[in-house]
Each structure stands twice: as structure tokens, then as C-alpha cells.
């Protein structure tokens, strides 16, 4: 009996510290978004790279009674403050840079503009967020989902509003992967057949002086007019320096394939873990979500109007398509350029001046993050 009665008392102290005793709705309901995520992520195979570790933060984030967040320091803490202090989205950049080629950019600096044109979608959401009772910050943070950039997302959000991180990562990160679906419709819609049928001519052959001289150049001055986006900027032109410096072979493949992927597991996750039910289920993550969407669409709607703008000054040399990768969702967003340019003409070959507008939409993300730290003097 005693036995009996020991073991009775083992599984009461058993219960009584499990997460089953303060489970809630909320805490079901969010599993359940995460586990829908990671269908998304591996199913249907939206950024599984990204979503994958959000989603399975996002079961851990709702799963009660782990002491994830109390005063003791854990691993899962310290993956938190990752991004809380702002040292992933630097190293996610270095990777970023390291495996992104400016030649494009350098040879035709014309399509820069198409790149600033398509950050037109952050200022929709930030203008919609303010309208719907969002204070200036969180509608700034909120913006920057139109640049569809995750790791700028992340970085502003966390400076801006902490609380909008997980609603604002997912929002970013989920848009980046419809990417393929968006956009073609949109595209279409301000294009005509001619319009899309435009052969571009060959790009100039860019020098390795070019190459090495332009991420120096433009960490140095951009940095100067935005010192609030120097890591952000700085760690993407260094990551382009060790792949164009022909000298840090070994550096620039660690940032690009070893460095890149740790990195991104941990800011993933860390991110998941900010959804937990009590921030994340709320009448707000609905109208970031939608902000979201309506921003994207509005980025690339730009992007393709001030290339049809650029397409009637030229004479008809420039195909109004590569304005839609002015969105910083690279190289997604060109490789759709291509596959719309080569629908409409095939054997057209958009990609590489795409790449232009797609690596100025990264850096135009960037300062419009620092252009809303320094106006709200952050």
C-alpha cells in the first residue's frame, strides 16, 4: 500500500509540473499555426529554410512551463537574445553578400532606381499601419515587410516594436516565399504583351576593380549618411568583398554555405519564440498580416511602373519585368522576372538584369530601415 500510495503522489508531482496543467486555447491554437507553417515549410516547400525553424519555435514558444523565459539563462534565452541584441541579421547579411553578385548592379546602375522605386511598398504599409491606430514606430516596423526583406524585418522590429517581432517575421518571411504566386499577376497586370516581349541587350563586362572598389565605396558612404544601418550595410559588403577579393576564398565560402545556415536556424527559431499565444493572437497580427500583403503587391507594382517608365525613356530597350525584382527577395524575385519575360518571349533571358534591381532593392531595404531609425532618432 505504500508502494501504492508513493507512486500516487509521484504521478501528482508529475502532473502538477507538466505544461498540461496551464495549457490553454491560445497555447492550442498557436500550435496548430505552427504546425500549419511547418506544412507550408515542408510540404509545399514555402522558404523551408526559414519557416521550418520558425514554425517549430513556435510549437516551443506555446508549450508551458519549459522556463524559456525566466530568469535563468538556457540556450533557448540566449538564441532569444541573438535577436534582441541584433547579432544575427549582420551575419545573415555577410552570408547574404558573400553569395550575391553586384556585377550586374555595377554595369547597369540605372536599375538602382528600380530598386528605390519598389520601396514604395514600405511607405504604403507604413501610411496604412499609422491609419489603422499603430504609433509611429510599429508602423515603421511594419513598413519594411513591403521590402520583403526578413533579416532587415527582424533588425528594425527589434529596435522599433519587440512586440510586433513574431507577427512581423512571419509576415515578411511568408510573403518572401509567395514570392512565384504574387507576383506574375501583378506583373501582368501593369505590362502589356509588347512590353514584356523586350530583349535586353547584353551587359557590360565588369572589372575586378569595379567589383572590389564598389562594396568599399558604398559601406563608406552610405554608412556615413546612415551610421544606424553600418552593421546591417557593413556585414553585406564585406561578405561581397570576400567573394570578389579573389584572395578569401575559405572566408567567403564559410559566410556563404556553414556560417549562413547556423545562423539561420538560430535567428529562426529565436524568432518562432517571440509567438508565443499572448503576443502573437491578437486583432494586430491580422492587420500586420494584411498590411503585409497589401505593401508587397504595392512594392512590386512600382517597381514595374517605374519600369515601364524607364522602358519609354530608353526608347523600348528596358523590359519593364525586371522592375518587379526591385524587391529585395533575392534571387527569387529575379529568377520570377526571367520566368514571365520567358513566358511571354521564350528564350529570353531577363535573370542577370534582374540581379540589378534585385541587389539594389537589398541595399534600398536597408536605407529605408536606417532612413525610419534616424527620423525617429533611434
Known sequence: MEFINAFLVSLQAVWASSGFVSFTLGNFIMIVVG????????VKEFEPLLLGPIAFGCILANIPATGFFGEEMN????IGMGITFEIFPPLIFLGVGAMTDFGPLIANPKTLLLGAAAQFGVF???GGAMAVGFTVPQASAIGIIGGADGPTSIYLASKLAPELLGAIAVAAYSYMS??????PPVMKLFTTQKEREVVMEQLRPVSKFERVAFPIASTILISLLLPSIASL??????GNLFRESGVTDRLSDTSQNALINIVTIFLATGTGL???AESFLTADTLLIIGLGLVAFIGGTAAGVVFGKIMYVVSGGKINPLIGSAGVSAVPMAARVSQVVGAQSRPGNFLLMHAMGPN???VIGTAVAAGTMLAMLGK
Open 75 to 78: 540556450v533557448m534565452k540566449l
Open 274 to 276: 517571440t509567438m508565443s
Open 124 to 126: 504604403i504599409a507604413l
Open 359 to 361: 541587389v539594389a532593392g
Open 35 to 42: 504546425l500549419v507553417l511547418i506544412y507550408m515549410a515542408f
Open 233 to 238: 550595410l557593413g556585414m553585406l559588403m564585406l
Open 178 to 183: 509567395l514570392v512565384p504566386l504574387i507576383q
